[in-house]
């Protein structure tokens, strides 16, 4: 979650599983965010990286926004298709819903919701070019919730160049604040590279694993590891 003034917004926020290796949702903290109990109150926008069952869940987020009427949605097409197959789907959640339809390669795309100003890019997922992982559509969204609070989140970005390289100019159109890539780009010269060419000031890795990398411990970089860690976004 990313908050700033009475702006919230929340990425990834329910998963089915952490396949064993990565922490997975605190029953408390579930049924507090389907609550909407503080700090949770007041959600605008949830954003959803990739269809993975490790970032997504299509009941949990149907339930999530039945609850929370005023709560808008932008995902990758994939997960859309999910949401609209599962048995609680209803068409009154379609005005709340923002799908995105991106090919490798494609131009950015740009989402307006008022206050909240976003970019999406389909940057492929780790693990590419096996066929697999080629297909995942992973959107890296760059979020604006004020003038000065813009972050990114990256889903699970692979850590080639050869994807970042052709979108050089809308990196540099505008920098951020505070990006949160998968901690595999932070244990290489290449990855952190990549983040530096990106205009991001400030970085937190996320996906961490139960069992802590020996490369992250040691990089010197920041990471989230534990359940309700947080940081001020300067």
């Known amino acids: 979650m990313v908050e700033s003034g009475e702006t919230k917004v929340l990425f990834d926020?329910?998963?089915?599983t952490g396949f064993g290796t990565y922490t997975e949702l605190p029953i408390e903290t579930k049924a507090a965010l389907m609550k909407g109990t503080p700090p949770f109150d007041g959600i605008d926008a949830v954003f959803v990286s990739h269809a993975h069952g490790d970032?997504?869940?299509a009941p949990d987020m149907i339930a999530f926004l039945n609850l929370h009427k005023a709560v808008r949605l932008v995902a990758p097409q994939q997960a859309i298709d999910m949401i609209r197959e599962d048995p609680?789907?209803?068409e009154t959640l379609v005005p709340r819903l923002s799908g995105i339809r991106l090919?490798?390669?494609d131009a950015p795309i740009e989402i307006n919701m008022g206050p909240i100003l976003a970019s999406a890019v389909r940057i492929a997922h780790a693990g590419w070019p096996a066929p697999h992982r080629a297909r995942v559509e992973n959107i890296?969204?760059?979020v604006t919730l004020a003038p000065d609070v813009t972050v990114m989140h990256m889903g699970d970005a692979d850590p080639n160049p050869v994807?970042?390289?052709?979108?050089?100019q809308h990196w540099q159109s505008q920098n951020t604040q505070t990006a949160f890539p998968p901690y595999w780009m932070l244990t290489s010269e290449i990855?952190?590279?990549i983040l530096e060419d990106m205009a991001i000031k400030n970085r937190i890795g996320v996906h961490v694993p139960i069992n802590i990398p020996q490369d992250l411990r040691t990089s010197g970089e920041d990471y989230f590891s534990n359940t309700g860690e947080m940081r001020e976004i300067k």
């Open 13 to 16: 926020p329910f998963f089915v």
């Open 55 to 57: 970032h997504f869940s």
């Open 88 to 90: 609680d789907w209803s």
């Open 103 to 105: 090919d490798y390669g």
């Open 140 to 142: 890296v969204f760059r």
């Open 163 to 168: 994807h970042y390289e052709a979108y050089a």
């Open 191 to 193: 990855g952190r590279t």
